[in-house]
């Protein structure tokens, strides 16, 4: 998602950059990019990058989709391990440890 790291800095405040000095997008671009080690760079259009949090929705979209795929995973996991009497129990998980959950690795 190379959007995210686009920013709206040295666009004043309503993206036309009237009276900001000539190159401080690119040099606050450049010292976020370098401190932070991640390719920030200056949004080519500051009145989009202003308006709109297009690049923050795709984001968000993007770590729900994950967040939705690990929790259907977990489910899947949980329900084919299920059983024995009423479950599926298709899936069979070692155990950890021997001994109490409370306390691994007590033997009685």
């Given at each position: 998602m190379p959007r995210i790291y686009e920013l709206a800095a040295g666009g004043t405040a309503v993206g036309?950059?009237?009276n900001t000095r000539i190159g401080f997008?690119?040099?606050v671009?450049?010292?976020v990019a370098s401190l932070t080690?991640?390719?920030f760079v200056t949004a080519p259009n500051k009145f989009e990058a202003l308006?709109?949090?297009?690049?923050l929705v795709e984001l968000s979209g993007a770590l729900n989709t994950v967040a939705v795929s690990m929790m259907k995973i977990a489910n899947d996991i949980r329900f084919l391990g299920s059983g024995p009497r009423s479950g599926l129990g298709e899936l069979c998980l070692p155990e950890?440890?021997?001994g109490s959950s409370i306390?691994?690795?007590e033997f009685p």
């Open positions: 036309t950059g009237l997008a690119e040099k671009a450049a010292t080690g991640l390719p308006a709109a949090h297009d690049a950890n440890e021997p306390m691994p690795g």
